[in-house]
């Protein structure tokens, strides 16, 4: 049983798209983080939110508390974009993570 | 900018023998963690740490032991490497555990067990 679920798990896009990743969870959180991987690369933080919304720049952060989702949006998508996205929940004692969505983003 | 780094960045070792996967973080971060990432997988913890001297297991341990002697360094030990093993290893540090903090990662170890 994974804590936390995401959703596609695969994605490819032409530049220019608009994309959404999904990310559910089933336990009590305290934050819900956004992470990004890029190929052999290590891992950063974009966003970490307990409710609502968060921007920056062409990235949008939405969770929903009650419904226990999040999804993480991309306008105007670009080949730098391509990375794995993965979704982590903080419980108060521990993080979960979602097992990441590869994006692709074709030019 | 110093942050959190590891080292090695890859290691190939053969089954049987000890390996070490360093992690040095210059924040003074009071938690640091391993985590290990391999296919069809999330991040799964390995070994964390709340303070020099203070280090609990966590969902995947055995295998591994840790030791945090300096708040800064928190080594990670393979006793006798199999071919499970194999990983990209990563160490994280945060300020305040697992509340709402940011955690901040290192750029990964990736380890082959021959």
């Known amino acids: 049983k994974n804590e936390v679920e995401q959703s596609p798990q695969n994605l490819t896009a032409q530049e220019g798209e608009f994309i959404t990743i999904n990310c559910s969870y089933s336990v009590g959180i305290s934050a819900l983080h956004w992470l990004q991987q890029h190929p052999g690369g290590g891992i950063v933080s974009l966003f970490m939110l307990s409710s609502g919304k968060k921007k920056h720049g062409r990235l949008i952060a939405t969770i929903n508390i009650q419904e226990k989702h999040s999804s993480l949006h991309i306008t105007a998508s670009h080949p730098r974009d391509s990375a794995v996205y993965i979704c982590a929940v903080n419980t108060g004692n521990q993080f979960y993570f979602g097992t990441g969505t590869s994006l692709t983003v074709i030019p | 900018d110093a942050g959190i780094t590891q080292s090695p960045r890859y290691k190939i070792t053969e089954t049987g023998r000890q390996v070490t996967l360093m992690c040095h973080q210059t924040?003074?971060?009071?938690?640091m963690f391993w985590y290990r990432q391999d296919l069809g997988h999330g991040l799964r913890l390995i070994y964390y740490?709340?303070?020099?001297?203070?280090?609990d297991k966590g969902e995947v341990p055995d295998g591994y032991v840790v030791s945090r002697s300096k708040t800064e360094n928190f080594p990670l030990t393979l006793e006798s490497a199999t071919r499970s093993q194999t990983s990209v290893y990563f160490c994280a540090s945060s300020h305040l555990g697992t509340g709402n903090v940011k955690l901040f990662f290192g750029s990964g170890t990736q380890l082959s067990v021959l």
């Open positions: 924040w003074s971060h009071s938690y």
């Open positions: 740490s709340a303070a020099a001297d203070i280090t």
